[in-house]
């Protein structure tokens, strides 16, 4: 590629179509929950049911992770993007014509989540990672944080206005047709042979031994488990937990949209945040008080109005650990191999958005309440924030020649 052809690749463009992929990409995966109530009742299911498929999607989307990271190292971020988005649209259109258990589980747990690791925010992390400067780069991953959290807010109220007037299926089509979108998108995130060339000399393999060797990174990993189990469980079951309580359909996903919002706020800061104080303490500040918003939640009398507040501040808190997280990873072990190493640590957030979704639907079949989820958030929002403060977030000194490689 001529400097030519890649000179309208500026970093803010890149910045704004990575922007654009995430909006779309996570706008319509934090829709799902909405699904949960008229997919069971139509097609006679349990909630365990619905419940499994969005645990599987989430377990399958951390599994393929570390690989599309790898991918996107090794032969450029924008071939996987597309990939990514074609097998995602492929996974809404099949989501909508699955007519059995199994059939919601392949395409809306193993397609969908197949898809989801191909344009979410550790293969953007990889990309805005080289695009970007140090002293620019946490900043630069708070913006694409915030700008997923902008497709929440925008996506969840055109989500539930084309299940009210299309129905569930005609609703996954649409939206099919809109994750469309990110196709185009995907040639701004074009990189140039020359962004991949390191004089330090580390194979994809050696770079994850000696991330799995360094305990800061360890404890981040174990962390970011607990952010998956919180905001997944959350995302999936609010609607139908509001909703055994008597509360109209609008205010999940006005609550929903409400997170959202102000978690664009919440990832902006944290980014801006993310080069003036120790990152560490950001994540453990987070997880503490995820804890304590949870808990007020469960100990208030619910009304519509503690619902939102609810909202409110879980927002501020949602997907504002995703700038600090890969921020530590990018400022310990370099940008080369960004996002296989991030997509390693979003490994463990999917196992606990595994459980967090799986359990919730589990344990209500079982217990007929979704209270000790609640509790178990609560116990593991502590262990969370425990865990990251000993966290070391000095740059691996490596051989001399490791200067170039660094950026």
Excluded at 327 to 346: E, N, P, S, W
Aim: glycine share 12%; net charge positive.
């Amino acid at each position: 590629m001529t400097a030519t052809a890649a000179g309208w690749r500026t970093p803010a463009v890149v910045l704004v179509c990575a922007g654009l992929v995430l909006t779309i990409g996570m706008g319509i995966r934090h829709g799902f929950g909405l699904f949960l109530q008229p997919m069971s009742t139509d097609l006679g299911w349990g909630r365990e049911t619905f419940a499994l498929a969005m645990a599987v999607q989430n377990l399958t989307w951390g599994a393929t992770q570390p690989f599309a990271g790898m991918l996107a190292d090794k032969y450029g971020t924008a071939r996987v993007v597309v990939i990514g988005a074609l097998l995602y649209v492929l996974g809404l259109f099949a989501m909508a014509h699955a007519d059995t258990p199994v059939a919601l589980v392949l395409t809306a747990g193993v397609l969908i989540g197949v898809g989801l690791s191909g344009v979410t925010f550790s293969i953007m992390a990889g990309v805005l990672g080289r695009a970007f400067p140090p002293e620019k780069r946490s900043m630069a991953l708070g913006i694409s944080a915030a700008a997923g959290s902008f497709g929440q807010f925008a996506v969840l109220p055109a989500t539930q206005l084309l299940l009210t007037t299309l129905g569930w299926y005609g609703a996954l089509v649409a939206l099919g047709a809109v994750g469309l979108l990110m196709v185009p998108l995907a040639a701004a995130l074009v990189e140039k042979r020359a962004a991949h060339a390191h004089a330090f000399q580390q194979s994809a393999g050696q770079a994850v031994v000696e991330a799995f060797g360094h305990r800061g990174y360890v404890l981040l990993t174990l962390g970011f488990f607990v952010c998956g189990f919180q905001v997944v469980f959350i995302g999936v079951h609010l609607p139908a937990f509001l909703a055994d309580r008597g509360m109209p359909p609008h205010v999940a996903v006005t609550a929903l949209a409400l997170v959202g919002l102000f978690n664009i706020v919440g990832t902006y800061t944290t980014g801006w945040l993310g080069s003036r104080v120790p990152k560490r303490y950001i994540l453990s500040a987070i997880y503490f008080g995820r804890a304590a918003v949870i808990a007020l939640f469960l100990l208030v009398p619910m009304s519509v109005w503690s619902v939102y507040a609810f909202a409110v501040a879980m927002g501020l808190l949602w997907l504002s650990t995703v700038p600090p997280t890969n921020g530590i990873v990018a400022q310990v072990f370099g940008v080369r191999y960004l996002a296989m190493l991030a997509g390693f640590t979003f490994l463990s957030h999917q196992v606990g958005s595994f459980l967090g979704a799986w359990l919730g639907g589990r344990l209500f079949d079982t217990l007929g309440s979704y209270d000790l989820v609640w509790y178990l958030s609560i116990a593991l929002g502590i262990v969370a924030g425990l865990v990251n403060l000993p966290i070391d977030e000095r740059e691996i000194r490596r051989p001399q020649a490791a200067a170039a490689g660094r950026g």
